[in-house]
């Protein structure tokens, strides 16, 4: 009985025949549709970018600091008063098994210099693991021994997350005698004199209702990947938030190394868990409630930048999912409100929400790593140069303004936004239509001193580690894509996109196998 002869050339001719019937009539006139829509979105992102630089060169020129641009004087001892001249602060520390920087955070915050008496320390703890958990306890009675005035605060679930751990912890008696709450996550360390650089804003300023300090990273020389990430962040400080409190009083809450006014916080309806950014939900709130929020850009906070790729995706998922899904929840909410201006309410609807949290997710990967790609296979159809070369190039150049030290680094920063933008785009989706993992909530593992101390012990003979724990399919699956046109455009192409399709092929695949980040052996 004989075998059926495998006919290769059968199959491909097979293929051919319906790529061909399938490319006139749906593949051309669909690519040719997506790439309009990719343009009109890159302009739009073009716009925004270029808006935003002059903005910036405009406050630098001018000197328009905080400082300047509203009332701010240095506090100074009331000999009659007292200490009961100084505001009530409440300090609050949310944290979730932080068993490598919980001591940092609560010292930080317990080195604040503020009147002893008019300070409350709070460390809302929601950790899961019973050593841990009595390991901050401890830390908290031995700041207390030493006269701090701290509070160790639990509950007996996780519900709400962060916003439904600070939300329990406004609940509490003493919190009624405070006139402001500063937050800082369990990896940030404010230095002493934070209150003193931030209170008098809110004492001067009645309508003032947020200062926001900027983020410091102490930990981005570590690896490539927290190099990157600092590029992506110091363009977010230096640029989107000092443009929002320079124009608008409004920007994103940072949900740490703030400072808020208790009365404004209240009366913007306090915490709420409907989305994963209980931050910027409050901040939008406030100021639909005609509250101001100011920016100081020469306060830094340290803080710890996640290193490991896993605990960076989860940190973008979220970061992407939830102002997806806050400006599903708020758009028509922001649209009827009557207590702010309509050239505000644009700002906050267009240019916040709609091009820096939705639009320059997907045209970052639909257009760079999809529909870019995808015209090499269909050379009817072109992507004109000043879409596919300039606009990129002119807005890749302007995020770099905020890390000048990192000019270098800035095609490998390119390869790297357009990787991690493959989950931001599924983010951004999943929060735009409330599918499954809407509400995921994965703490950012943070590894303070961990690694160095791991890394002076004595490795295994056989460090082990789960393929899968490694292996990203998405990651790879892409890659697959951007090989083969970049082998076909080489072989058939005209514009020599292959340069960048294997560049940026290449870097998919070494976030696929997952070689990007710091790899922490378990000992």
Same mark, same amino acid.
Request: glycine fraction near 6%; hydrophobic fraction near 45%; proline fraction near 4%.
């Given at each position: 009985?004989?075998?059926?002869?495998?006919?290769?050339?059968?199959?491909?001719?097979?293929?051919?025949?319906?790529?061909?019937?399938?490319?006139?009539?749906?593949?051309?006139?669909?690519?040719?549709?997506?790439?309009?829509?990719?343009?009109?979105?890159?302009?739009?992102?073009?716009?925004?970018?270029?808006?935003? %630089?002059?903005?910036?060169?405009?406050?630098?020129?001018?000197?328009?600091?905080?400082?300047?641009?509203?009332?701010?004087?240095?506090?100074?001892?009331?000999?009659? /008063?007292?200490?009961?001249?100084?505001?009530?602060?409440?300090?609050?520390?949310?944290?979730?098994?932080?068993?490598?920087?919980?001591?940092?955070?609560? %010292?930080?915050?317990?080195?604040?210099?503020?009147?002893?008496?008019?300070?409350?320390?709070?460390?809302?703890?929601?950790?899961?693991?019973?050593?841990?958990?009595?390991?901050?306890?401890?830390?908290?009675?031995?700041?207390?021994?030493?006269?701090?005035?701290?509070?160790?605060?639990?509950?007996?679930?996780?519900?709400?997350?962060?916003?439904?751990?600070?939300?329990?912890?406004?609940?509490?008696?003493?919190?009624?005698?405070?006139?402001?709450?500063?937050?800082?996550?369990?990896?940030?360390?404010?230095?002493?004199?934070?209150? @003193?650089?931030?209170?008098?804003?809110?004492?001067?300023?009645?309508?003032?209702?947020?200062?926001?300090?900027? @983020?410091?990273?102490?930990?981005?020389?570590?690896?490539?990947?927290?190099?990157?990430?600092?590029?992506?962040?110091?363009?977010?400080?230096?640029?989107?938030?000092?443009?929002?409190?320079?124009?608008?009083?409004?920007?994103?809450?940072?949900?740490?190394?703030?400072?808020?006014?208790?009365?404004?916080?209240?009366?913007?309806?306090? @915490?709420?868990?409907?989305?994963?950014?209980?931050?910027?939900?409050?901040?939008?709130?406030?100021?639909?409630?005609?509250?101001?929020?100011?920016?100081?850009?020469d306060l830094k906070v340290k803080n710890e930048l996640p290193s490991t790729f896993k605990a960076y995706r989860y940190q973008q998922h979220r970061w992407s999912c939830g102002p997806a899904n806050l400006f599903k929840k708020m758009a028509m909410e922001i649209v009827r409100n009557k207590k702010v201006s309509m050239w505000k309410k644009f700002y906050v609807?267009?240019?916040?929400?709609?091009?820096?949290?939705?639009?320059?997710?997907?045209?970052?990967?639909?257009?760079?790593?999809?529909?870019?790609?995808?015209?090499?296979?269909?050379?009817?159809?072109?992507?004109?140069?000043?879409?596919?070369?300039?606009?990129?190039?002119?807005?890749?150049? /302007?995020?770099?303004?905020?890390?000048?030290?990192?000019?270098? /680094?800035?095609?490998?920063?390119?390869?790297?936004?357009?990787?991690?933008?493959?989950?931001?785009?599924?983010?951004?989706?999943?929060?735009?239509?409330?599918?499954?993992?809407?509400?995921?909530?994965?703490?950012?593992?943070?590894?303070?001193?961990?690694?160095?101390?791991?890394?002076?012990?004595?490795?295994?003979?056989?460090?082990?580690?789960?393929?899968?724990?490694?292996?990203?399919?998405?990651?790879?699956?892409?890659?697959?894509?951007?090989?083969?046109?970049?082998?076909?455009?080489?072989?058939?192409?005209?514009?020599?996109?292959?340069?960048?399709?294997?560049?940026?092929?290449?870097?998919?695949?070494?976030?696929?196998?997952?070689?990007?980040?710091?790899?922490?052996?378990?000992?």
């Open positions: 009985m004989g075998t059926i002869p495998y006919d290769s050339d059968g199959i491909t001719n097979q293929f051919d025949m319906i790529w061909q019937v399938l490319k006139v009539p749906i593949i051309i006139p669909a690519l040719k549709l997506l790439v309009i829509m990719c343009l009109v979105m890159s302009i739009m992102l073009f716009i925004e970018r270029v808006y935003m %630089g002059f903005v910036i060169v405009f406050v630098k020129l001018l000197a328009r600091k905080a400082s300047k641009r509203y009332k701010w004087e240095p506090m100074k001892d009331d000999i009659e /008063l007292g200490n009961s001249s100084y505001p009530m602060v409440l300090v609050q520390i949310p944290m979730y098994n932080e068993k490598e920087v919980y001591q940092l955070s609560i %010292g930080a915050a317990c080195g604040l210099s503020w009147p002893s008496d008019r300070i409350i320390i709070q460390v809302l703890d929601d950790s899961t693991d019973a050593g841990i958990k009595s390991l901050v306890e401890i830390e908290c009675q031995r700041w207390a021994s030493k006269g701090i005035n701290i509070k160790y605060e639990i509950r007996d679930n996780r519900n709400g997350y962060k916003a439904g751990a600070l939300k329990e912890g406004m609940k509490h008696s003493y919190v009624k005698h405070c006139d402001y709450v500063a937050i800082f996550d369990a990896d940030f360390q404010p230095e002493p004199d934070f209150l @003193w650089r931030t209170i008098p804003f809110l004492l001067h300023n009645p309508q003032i209702a947020l200062v926001q300090a900027r @983020w410091k990273f102490v930990n981005a020389d570590e690896c490539l990947m927290t190099r990157m990430q600092e590029m992506s962040l110091d363009y977010h400080f230096t640029v989107e938030q000092e443009v929002g409190s320079s124009t608008y009083a409004f920007f994103g809450f940072n949900g740490t190394a703030g400072v808020w006014r208790i009365s404004a916080l209240n009366e913007a309806g306090g @915490w709420k868990d409907r989305t994963t950014v209980e931050d910027m939900d409050l901040a939008v709130r406030a100021s639909l409630k005609g509250w101001k929020f100011v920016y100081i850009s609807i267009y240019s916040f929400f709609f091009v820096r949290k939705i639009v320059a997710h997907i045209v970052t990967f639909l257009f760079y790593c999809v529909v870019l790609p995808a015209t090499v296979l269909v050379p009817e159809v072109e992507v004109p140069k000043w879409g596919s070369v300039y606009i990129p190039s002119t807005i890749t150049l /302007l995020n770099a303004v905020g890390t000048p030290r990192s000019l270098h /680094l800035l095609i490998f920063w390119v390869l790297f936004e357009n990787v991690i933008s493959l989950h931001r785009t599924k983010a951004t989706f999943i929060g735009l239509l409330e599918a499954g993992r809407v509400n995921e909530w994965v703490v950012t593992e943070k590894l303070g001193d961990a690694l160095k101390i791991k890394s002076t012990a004595k490795a295994p003979k056989k460090p082990s580690f789960r393929i899968g724990e490694r292996m990203h399919l998405l990651e790879l699956g892409v890659g697959a894509y951007l090989f083969f046109c970049g082998c076909y455009d080489y072989a058939f192409g005209k514009n020599s996109y292959f340069i960048y399709l294997f560049l940026q092929s290449m870097a998919f695949f070494i976030a696929g196998i997952g070689y990007v980040g710091t790899f922490v052996p378990s000992f």
